[in-house]
């Protein structure tokens, strides 16, 4: 169920829903900080009360709710670009093993690049959030929130049709404490992020994942999950869990997007991260762009991983996790990556970046994903190009 929402309407809908989530608390527990948090300057919007802003201040773009948290909070989602007719006549699977995935999509040469973006999957990873909040002012005005333009961004932006899910997880973006990790210890980020057992010890990372729902042994609910205790990231993907989830996918499925972006963040420097269960062109395509990302953040001074190295799935055991990213392509064949942003934590292994160092690093991505859509619209093996 998804709720198309006119302009006149949007501003009322956005207060009245600031006003219900104010007013009744959902059935989790924002949680406590344990340290000061530095000032966010003013063009840091990463909370959800900056997301509903935005749906009642779009001009050149759509917005509808496409799904309703378990705290009530609605999931919108932002759309640029003329519709594409996809001439469907069958689901990806289905025309994939009809030997031609036009089947499920028939794009026409004149019709635009399709992306998708869709950040703060786990609520305490707002960086995702900022950035795209900063990405649909740059489509409505051309500028981010500091006033600093990005013409490439934006002439590209208007190359493609681009649907945006800024805030995929309310829920725990709602519980979470801090509108910035800069300066936090990275123990206090996991106990938010991860939450904790209810002897007071954190999961951490990777044993949050041990238990899903995260439900029984929980003193603190982390961010990472909505308030059911669900990760939208390893929820069930042939049958979700979330409502939130099941809308992901559902609008992955319905806009056939070439390009997929799901936003997270660490403590490292920034990267792509592998996509698992993909086709091997999929793997050479996202190490392309991995190796375009990094060598533009070089030259821009700013932190760099390693590039993304195309891999065989199943060489060592355990396997790899069949999550979220690997869902959307099966979904609708695009290229699904997964890209994780610097929190700039306070412990000196990790990248000291400062809100407008992230800021950058999360437009600049938008940048080079966007200008990949363009030159290479509908995703191919690389040589056939």
């Known amino acids: 169920m998804f709720f198309q929402i006119n302009h006149a309407a949007r501003f009322v809908i956005a207060v009245l829903t600031i006003v219900f989530m104010n007013g009744f608390p959902s059935n989790a527990d924002t949680?406590?900080?344990?340290?000061?948090?530095?000032?966010?300057?003013?063009?840091?919007?990463?909370?959800?009360?900056?997301?509903?802003?935005?749906?009642?201040?779009?001009?050149?773009?759509?917005?509808?709710?496409?799904?309703?948290?378990?705290?009530?909070?609605?999931?919108?989602?932002?759309?640029?670009?003329?519709?594409?007719?996809?001439?469907?006549?069958?689901?990806?699977?289905?025309?994939?093993?009809?030997?031609?995935?036009?089947?499920?999509?028939?794009?026409k040469e004149t019709d635009p690049p399709i992306v998708y973006i869709?950040?703060?999957?786990?609520?305490?990873?707002?960086?995702?959030?900022?950035?795209?909040?900063?990405?649909?002012?740059?489509?409505?005005?051309?500028?981010?929130?500091?006033?600093?333009?990005?013409?490439?961004l934006r002439e590209n932006f208007d190359k493609c049709r681009?649907?945006?899910?800024?805030l995929a997880n309310p829920d725990g973006r709602a519980r979470c404490p801090y509108d910035s990790f800069i300066g936090i210890p990275v123990d206090e980020m996991t106990r938010v992020g991860q939450g904790t057992r209810k002897d007071g010890t954190n999961y951490g990372w990777p044993g949050a994942k041990k238990l899903h729902p995260m439900k029984g042994?929980?003193?603190?609910?982390?961010?990472?999950?909505?308030?059911?205790?669900?990760?939208?990231?390893?929820?069930?993907?042939?049958?979700?869990?979330?409502?939130e989830t099941e809308a992901l996918l559902r609008i992955a499925r319905e806009e056939a997007p070439d390009y997929i972006l799901n936003l997270h963040s660490h403590g490292a420097a920034p990267?792509?991260?592998?996509?698992?269960?993909?086709?091997?062109?999929?793997?050479?395509?996202?190490?392309?762009?991995?190796?375009?990302?990094m060598k533009r953040y070089q030259d821009e001074n700013l932190p760099a991983a390693r590039v993304c190295v195309p891999s065989r799935d199943g060489e060592k055991y355990p396997p790899p996790s069949f999550n979220l990213t690997s869902a959307l392509h099966?979904?609708?064949?695009?290229?699904?990556?997964?890209?994780?942003?610097?929190?700039?934590?306070?412990?000196?292994?990790?990248?000291?970046?400062?809100?407008?160092?992230?800021?950058?690093?999360?437009?600049?991505?938008?940048?080079?994903?966007?200008?990949?859509?363009?030159?290479?619209?509908?995703?191919?093996?690389?040589?056939?190009?």
Request: hydrophobic share 40%.
């Open 31 to 107: 949680i406590e900080r344990n340290y000061p948090q530095q000032e966010v300057p003013s063009f840091w919007k990463g909370a959800v009360d900056n997301v509903m802003e935005m749906v009642a201040s779009v001009e050149r773009g759509k917005t509808k709710a496409i799904a309703i948290s378990p705290g009530g909070r609605p999931v919108y989602l932002f759309t640029y670009g003329p519709t594409v007719d996809l001439q469907s006549q069958a689901n990806y699977g289905s025309a994939a093993a009809a030997r031609d995935p036009g089947y499920y999509a028939r794009k």
């Open 217 to 243: 042994d929980v003193g603190i609910l982390g961010a990472y999950f909505n308030d059911d205790g669900i990760n939208l990231m390893h929820d069930e993907f042939m049958s979700p869990m979330a409502d």
């Open 162 to 166: 681009v649907v945006i899910a800024p």
């Open 118 to 152: 869709i950040g703060g999957p786990h609520g305490q990873e707002m960086e995702g959030v900022v950035g795209l909040v900063n990405l649909i002012q740059v489509a409505e005005t051309g500028k981010d929130f500091r006033g600093k333009e990005w013409p490439r």
């Open 271 to 293: 990267m792509i991260l592998s996509t698992a269960y993909v086709p091997w062109y999929h793997k050479v395509i996202e190490s392309h762009f991995s190796e375009i990302l």
């Open 330 to 385: 099966h979904c609708c064949g695009g290229v699904s990556m997964l890209f994780e942003c610097p929190h700039g934590l306070k412990e000196e292994r990790y990248p000291q970046v400062n809100h407008e160092q992230i800021l950058d690093i999360e437009l600049i991505l938008y940048e080079e994903f966007l200008a990949l859509a363009v030159k290479n619209p509908r995703p191919r093996p690389l040589n056939e190009n």
